[in-house]
């Protein structure tokens, strides 16, 4: 380049590598140049052969209606979604729970990343009045792709989960309420349920005591709700959504088998989603219709939820329960591990007790081997003390084929072991 320039605080904090940049990265490089890589990694869903083909159904009924197609593919939808979506999305969700949801409640973006992008700089950062506040995570390790996010520095506080062992090789994160302090340096708390990475789903309990904290401080709880119930349902033990209007919902069609078609759903008080509606507008004018044109029709007729039900919770639980048993076989009595307990989502989290190397270094290895995880230490942003745990863990997805996932598994025992000096 012939000449430089500076940017502002904002581009240099996008210029700044982070693990949700890498990981996509290495994702894209995996699913269309690296042929080879066991792309263990990320959260992509897999082609479940008859969710596919519902959409392949949809989509040529979509093209069949030429007025259907047209406007789908000619027109803006309003910047908070098309109208019908909305109003399916909220009677599907008031005829599922009980809830009171009306469309002014319910704004689509594109994507769920888009949404937390909004809510957190929304409620967060640097006020009018000169304060700052954050996003309190109380359940960490959490999502890798929330990190960044913040368009200033430092956005989240978060709080280390308690960690309960469960016989030789198992645990669970559980949330340390007594040490969860919410001061007025806290705009909201954020959790994931299922957790990403760990496959943790918060009780029932802890929902209800994180709503009452967050109604009683008069801030709201955001629930990520990508992998959760009604769709696309992928959570292997009891859990019940709530909603209120302190609660900040988020859902999204990707892990239906849609995540080329970029869309995320908000579902809020009215203040929360007009916000979330002008940034639309002025970020992109109006989101992706295709998604919602392809949906629209099953939301309507309940065939979503029998489809996350029938097809995808079975799809998973099975491939889950096949890669915990790979596990097991792989990794014997020798090598030492603990894997989270498998309440939900597309992922195994590892847990390797002193560990000698970090888990960078660990990915580092494997990526050798062409074998793609994510190493624990992108997960633990927000702590205000080093955590050894952070170090000694690891992500690894179940969602692709069988073949892939029994390979990559013998290999990062192999190279685990290699570590311990096994």
Not at 36 to 63: D, Y
Not at 248 to 268: D, E, W
Not at 323 to 351: C, M, N, Q
Request: overall charge neutral; proline content about 5%; charged content about 20%.
């Amino acid at each position: 380049m012939s000449f430089d320039f500076k940017f502002s605080s904002f581009g240099e904090k996008l210029e700044q590598k982070g693990g949700i940049v890498d990981l996509m990265q290495d994702l894209g490089d995996a699913l269309n140049e690296q042929t080879s890589m066991r792309m263990m990694g990320g959260g992509n869903p897999a082609a479940i052969p008859e969710v596919q083909s519902i959409w392949r159904k949809r989509t040529a009924e979509l093209l069949a209606k030429e007025n259907n197609f047209n406007s789908t593919l000619v027109n803006y939808d309003p910047p908070s979604g098309n109208p019908k979506f909305l109003s399916a999305v909220a009677k599907t969700l008031n005829h599922e729970y009980g809830w009171n949801l009306k469309s002014k409640n319910i704004a689509v973006t594109s994507g769920a990343q888009t949404a937390f992008f909004f809510l957190f700089n929304i409620l967060a950062g640097k006020f009018s009045n000169g304060q700052r506040k954050k996003i309190l995570l109380p359940l960490a390790p959490e999502y890798i792709g929330y990190a960044n996010q913040g368009m200033t520095q430092n956005i989240f506080a978060a709080q280390p989960a308690i960690i309960e062992e469960k016989g030789k090789n198992q645990f669970k994160y559980h949330v340390d309420f007594k040490q969860l302090k919410i001061n007025d340096e806290i705009a909201a708390i954020c959790v994931s349920r299922p957790t990403n990475p760990s496959g943790n789903v918060l009780t029932d309990q802890e929902i209800n005591q994180l709503s009452e904290i967050s109604r009683s401080k008069h801030i709201p709880l955001i629930i990520d709700n990508a992998y959760g119930n009604p769709f696309p349902g992928v959570i292997f033990t009891e859990a019940t959504p709530i909603w209120d209007e302190h609660i900040i919902l988020t859902l999204s069609l990707s892990k239906l088998g849609l995540p080329g078609t970029r869309t995320g759903i908000v579902i809020g008080s009215e203040k929360i989603i007009t916000a979330v509606t002008s940034a639309n507008a002025v970020v992109g004018l109006a989101n992706n219709n295709i998604g919602q044109a392809l949906s629209l029709p099953l939301i309507e007729s309940g065939e979503l939820i029998k489809m996350s039900k029938n097809l995808i919770q079975p799809f998973y639980k099975e491939r889950m329960l096949k890669a915990r048993s790979y596990v097991k076989d792989s990794f014997g009595d020798t090598i030492p591990y603990r894997l989270h307990e498998s309440e939900g989502a597309f992922f195994l989290w590892f847990w390797f007790p002193s560990l000698p190397i970090t888990t960078i270094q660990l990915y580092e290895k494997l990526k050798k081997r062409n074998v793609l995880v994510v190493p624990g230490e992108y997960f633990f942003f927000g702590l205000a003390d080093q955590w050894d745990h952070s170090h000694e863990c690891i992500r690894v997805t179940f969602s692709q084929s069988e073949n892939i996932v029994k390979e990559g598994i013998q290999i990062i025992a192999e190279e685990v072991a290699k570590s311990y000096g096994i």
